[in-house]
């Protein structure tokens, strides 16, 4: 029987996340017209870990707080989460960030300046679309691993899934946003491509996310953690 409360959780914890990230980069860059580009990048990566951090204390008891189907499928491949709780998951999560990329669409249209917040292959990387994907795999692998020593570890210290996660995030949006754009989650990108009806390297968004996420769930698991008893 599928867990109706904890798909419940990653639906608003989903929509919570990316309505706090498609909102500060249309505010950040195109409300507050920040001419800055590493003062939008400040704000716009502490709203990634704030948000994320504090979503891990609020629903992680619920759901375990994946929020992302990069991070639910590799918890399945490695057996923390049953396959159709993981199905139902990855559902919500994606009607979650469509939701939330709708909304802050409503609220402020004039982020089709950015389109809404999408994650693409920048110029700072010659729009590769090869690099971009390793990009996603590699941020992708240390925010997985912040999450199976945070919270998947039974010797994680109490307490500080949130914190650390959260913080591995944040970090991962200042070095990677200027680069692919850091979605490190699928849904994430999802939502703002629908609203803005832009899919160019969209598949980057899924690969990546999701090898790194299983890569670092394998290692963490079958080499790093201790076998539980």
Not at 38 to 54: D, N, R
């Amino acid at each position: 029987m599928i867990n109706t409360k904890a798909v419940l959780a990653e639906l608003v914890g989903t929509f919570t996340l990316v309505f706090f990230i498609v909102m500060s980069i249309i505010v950040y860059v195109v409300v507050l017209k920040n001419d800055s580009p590493t003062g939008a990048l400040v704000g716009i990566a502490l709203v990634h870990g704030v948000a994320l951090l504090s979503l891990v204390y609020a629903i992680g008891p619920v759901s375990g707080c994946h929020l992302n189907p990069a991070v639910t499928i590799a918890l399945t491949a490695i057996k923390k989460i049953k396959p159709a709780d993981a199905v139902a998951y990855i559902i919500v999560q994606i009607i979650g960030a469509t939701i939330a990329s709708f909304l802050a669409a409503s609220i402020l249209p004039q982020g089709s300046a950015v389109k809404f917040g999408l994650t693409l292959p920048s110029a700072n990387i010659g729009n590769s679309q090869a690099v971009a994907i390793l990009v996603e795999i590699v941020l992708t692998f240390f925010l997985m691993m912040s999450i199976m020593g945070g919270a998947v570890s039974p010797k994680a210290p109490p307490g500080a899934s949130g914190l650390t996660i959260g913080l591995t995030l944040a970090g991962a949006i200042f070095i990677g946003a200027p680069l692919s754009g850091a979605s490190l989650n699928p849904a994430r990108t999802v939502g703002p491509a629908l609203v803005s009806g832009v899919f160019d390297a969209h598949i980057i968004y899924w690969i990546g996310p999701i090898v790194g996420a299983l890569i670092a769930a394998f290692l963490y698991k079958y080499a790093i953690m201790e076998k539980e008893r």
